[in-house]
């Protein structure tokens, strides 16, 4: 089917152009897709959304292919150019999507999920500043998806938090960081799991 083969082929791209160089960066966009598709399903979106979502999540930091590894693994804050750089990697990874498919549109709502997943609902992110539901919400999705995933997976900078944790920040920031109804999904989603497999339970 088209759409698998689209599918594969942007997941051989992946891989040539962030698995060679960032194990890290390519395991976390796995996840993070993963993690939105559920959280999309949860929030009703169509099938044919949830298979953008899917590519736009395993694409979603494509831009941090240009990044140096002292910039992305640093421990402490970034310089002020440092962070530019970061700041720069969801246009830079849209553009490299763009380039790469050449002519072959890929559509609009995986491209503006890669460029708008650090957008925030309180309008303080970037690289718009878009705020509530200007942001396109598959972007609003892979965001959460983004942060769950960052904080409870181990870095070069610190261990994994635990999911407790991770939940606790989420939810404080239901409203100014995140949309309330994708987090509202994302605990019907995965919390409930969690705690239930913690429990023992069915
Ligand atoms: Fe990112």
Redesign the pocket.
Known sequence: MQGQSRSRDLIIFLNQVLGVRDDYVFEHSRRVAQIAVAIGRRLGLPREDLEELRLAGLL??L??ADIPDTTLNKPGPLDKDEWEAMRG??LAGRDMVHRYFNGEALRTKITTGIMF??ERWDGSGYPTGLRGKEIPVLARILCLA?VFDAMTSERSYHPPRPVGEARAYICQGAGSHFDPEVVDAFLRTFVEEADMAADGGG
């Open positions: 979603h930091d831009g941090k990697h969801p997943h650090h983004d």
